[in-house]
């Protein structure tokens, strides 16, 4: 049963660090293909300054486009409204059928929340979840905070600090200093090209 790695988020922009995460959990769990999945609006954060969801798909294309296991996708765009993650499960679910075996790879500080997400109980029994948990994050108490059948499901990756983060990327932009080995150069290119970030107001986010 071939194993499909699912990496949601905002993307805005891309980077190493989502990159590298998304290589590791590949490799320990032994993952064929992850799909980026560019969000069209997060329903959990503020959506006002994200810049528009083609922008941020055309950057995930850019810096997957190397590696014949990684993959973008437009679903959650092609749906439109809030992007909920259970949607998207089963919606790749009927896309590559019970053959495959859906990991939805998130950062440890977010297991916690789904408790808070959508229809959160039918989202555990559709995949198995992976944590990405980086240096100086502690999974302390774990156990207590989520529910058993979150627990059977869950995957936890350490990954080496890559202390890079979108918000710090487009602070970057905006002040005019040099975003090079923060992402890949495709997408700093594209970037600059487009003129994105040069507005101080779409700093804010993660």
Known sequence: MPRVGLMGGTFDPVHYGHLFAAEEAREQCGLETIYFIPCNLPPHKETTHITPAEHRLNMVHLATASNPQFAASRVEIERGGLSYTVDTVREF??????????????????????????????????????????????????????????????EVVHVRGLDISSTDIRRRVAEGRSIRYLTPPEVALYIANQGLYLNRSTIEGS
């Open 93 to 154: 679910g009927r896309l590559l059928g019970e053959q495959a075996e859906l990991y939805f790879i998130t950062g440890a500080d977010a297991i916690r929340e789904i408790v808070t997400w959508r229809d959160n109980e039918t989202l555990v029994s559709l995949c198995r979840f992976v944590a990405v948990r980086r240096p100086g994050y502690e999974l302390t108490n774990l156990k207590a905070d989520l529910s058993p059948p979150l627990l059977r499901t869950l």
